[in-house]
C-alpha cells in the first residue's frame, strides 16, 4: 500500500507564488510515475501535470502555460509542484497521484494511489 500526503496549500493573493508537497511512504516511490490533479467547487478533477520516474519527462496542461513546475525527489520520497503567477483560477484543492503505469497519464483512473488533498486559495 501507498500513502501520499500533500501539504503546502493555502491562502495567496494572485500573482503570488506556492509550493505544494506530496510526501510519498510505503513503497519505492520510484517506481511510481506521479501525477498532480485539481478539483475546484462544482467541476471534476482535472490533471495538472505527469512526470515520470526519474523525473526525464514532464508533462503539463495548457492552463499551466509555464507557470507551474513538477518535480520530484527520489531520495526524499517527495513530489513538488512549483506555482507561481497564481490566478483566482487557480483555486482549488490539488492532489497527487501515484500509478504503476508508464507513459503519459492524463486521467484519473490511470492512478493507482491518492492523496487527501490540499486546499489552494487565489484571492484577486
Known amino acids: 500500500q501507498v500513502q501520499l500526503v500533500e501539504s503546502g496549500g493555502g491562502l495567496v493573493q494572485a500573482g503570488d507564488s506556492l509550493r505544494l508537497s506530496c510526501a510519498v511512504s510505503?513503497?519505492?516511490?520510484?517506481?511510481?510515475?506521479m501525477g498532480w490533479f485539481r478539483q475546484a467547487p462544482g467541476k471534476e478533477r482535472e490533471f495538472v501535470a505527469t512526470i515520470s520516474w526519474i523525473g526525464g519527462a514532464k508533462y503539463y496542461a495548457d492552463f499551466t502555460k509555464g507557470r507551474f513546475t513538477i518535480s520530484r525527489d527520489n531520495a526524499k520520497n517527495t513530489l513538488y509542484l512549483q506555482m507561481s503567477s497564481l490566478k483566482a483560477e487557480d483555486t482549488a484543492v490539488y492532489y497527487c497521484?501515484?500509478?504503476?503505469?508508464?507513459?503519459?497519464?492524463?486521467?484519473?483512473?490511470?492512478?493507482?494511489?491518492w492523496g487527501q488533498g490540499t486546499q489552494v486559495t487565489v484571492s484577486s
Open positions: 497521484a501515484a500509478s504503476l503505469k508508464a507513459g503519459r497519464l492524463y486521467i484519473t483512473s490511470e492512478y493507482h494511489y
Open positions: 510505503g513503497r519505492t516511490f520510484s517506481n511510481y510515475v
